[in-house]
């Protein structure tokens, strides 16, 4: 199971540097979530930046509110960063379900999921190099087809859109009630005639370092979940001990990839989550 690093987005300055010592740790992956209405580093933007300052760890967004962005412009971009990065991007997506976000980009709420549909299909048909509409859009991607399409969400119609356009699905559920939801992937999957089997990433919350350092993480998930009116909710995992069973449950759940997000600004928090999962 590979393990990731989702980055914090308090301080987009500093990613460089977390990229760098992510790499440098033995983490996979470098991860950004993706809001509009909030004050978080646009993440196509911020990955390319840290591509610049990396060269081996993938560059994931968890996930891009494809919804908002125009198709073809989107298409462009990514191709962009996966061929310029050597083939590293990997475009996790879903439809978001924020009023903020979809009010910010004039884009009605309720239509979000017939955009998406219609978007993943047009995505693979640029990638292939088709024209879209009447006219190619490029450049090319390095990775042939496009860069791997992740899918995230709960809902019946997110998770159809796995086996019909994704290659595996982003699961940011809690593992207690995770297996109901990658039990469907997996069916409609077959269902579809996909050979092989869809990718399954996961993620968690965590935090590492001082007292101080993890009573800023818990603040910082606090007011990101604050909308779900949920206390607790989302609360970083900051014992070693519990981080590394956590690690190992994931594994034998069979997770392809777990993605430790860290909400907290200390860098220094990389090494100490290496310490423990890698």
Not at 63 to 88: F, Y
């Given at each position: 199971m590979d393990l990731g690093l989702g980055l914090p987005i308090s301080d987009p300055a500093r990613l460089p540097e977390w990229a760098r010592r992510a790499e440098a740790a033995g983490f996979a992956t470098v991860a950004l979530l993706d809001r509009l209405a909030y004050d978080n580093p646009e993440p196509l933007v911020a990955l390319a930046a840290l591509a610049g300052a990396t060269t081996r760890i993938r560059l994931q967004t968890?996930?891009?509110?494809?919804p908002l962005r125009g198709t073809a412009l989107l298409a462009k971009q990514a191709a962009t960063l996966d061929l310029m990065s050597g083939g590293r991007l990997t475009l996790g997506v879903g439809i978001g379900g924020r009023d903020d976000d979809h009010a910010a980009a004039d884009v009605p709420i309720d239509r979000r999921g017939p955009i998406m549909d219609r978007m993943l299909a047009d995505l693979n048909h640029i990638w292939a190099g088709r024209a879209y509409p009447q006219t190619p859009v490029g450049p090319a991607p390095a990775t042939p087809g496009g860069p791997p399409l992740l899918i995230g969400g709960f809902a019946?119609?997110?998770?159809?859109?796995?086996?019909?356009?994704?290659?595996?699905?982003?699961?940011a559920a809690p593992l207690q009630w995770a297996g109901g939801l990658v039990r469907t992937v997996h069916d409609q999957w077959a269902e579809a005639g996909r050979t092989g089997r869809p990718r399954l990433v996961c993620q968690i919350n965590a935090a590492a370092g001082s007292p101080e350092s993890i009573a800023r993480a818990r603040r910082a998930v606090a007011e990101y979940y604050a909308f779900t009116g949920r206390s607790g909710w989302g609360d970083p995992v900051t014992d070693a001990g519990q981080l590394a069973d956590t690690v190992a449950a994931y594994r034998d759940f069979g997770a392809d990839e777990l993605v430790l997000y860290c909400y907290g600004d200390d860098p220094a928090q990389i090494e100490l989550l290496a310490g423990t999962v890698l």
């Amino acid at each position: 199971m590979d393990l990731g690093l989702g980055l914090p987005i308090s301080d987009p300055a500093r990613l460089p540097e977390w990229a760098r010592r992510a790499e440098a740790a033995g983490f996979a992956t470098v991860a950004l979530l993706d809001r509009l209405a909030y004050d978080n580093p646009e993440p196509l933007v911020a990955l390319a930046a840290l591509a610049g300052a990396t060269t081996r760890i993938r560059l994931q967004t968890e996930v891009l509110l494809a919804p908002l962005r125009g198709t073809a412009l989107l298409a462009k971009q990514a191709a962009t960063l996966d061929l310029m990065s050597g083939g590293r991007l990997t475009l996790g997506v879903g439809i978001g379900g924020r009023d903020d976000d979809h009010a910010a980009a004039d884009v009605p709420i309720d239509r979000r999921g017939p955009i998406m549909d219609r978007m993943l299909a047009d995505l693979n048909h640029i990638w292939a190099g088709r024209a879209y509409p009447q006219t190619p859009v490029g450049p090319a991607p390095a990775t042939p087809g496009g860069p791997p399409l992740l899918i995230g969400g709960f809902a019946p119609a997110a998770l159809a859109r796995v086996a019909r356009y994704g290659a595996g699905f982003l699961c940011a559920a809690p593992l207690q009630w995770a297996g109901g939801l990658v039990r469907t992937v997996h069916d409609q999957w077959a269902e579809a005639g996909r050979t092989g089997r869809p990718r399954l990433v996961c993620q968690i919350n965590a935090a590492a370092g001082s007292p101080e350092s993890i009573a800023r993480a818990r603040r910082a998930v606090a007011e990101y979940y604050a909308f779900t009116g949920r206390s607790g909710w989302g609360d970083p995992v900051t014992d070693a001990g519990q981080l590394a069973d956590t690690v190992a449950a994931y594994r034998d759940f069979g997770a392809d990839e777990l993605v430790l997000y860290c909400y907290g600004d200390d860098p220094a928090q990389i090494e100490l989550l290496a310490g423990t999962v890698l």
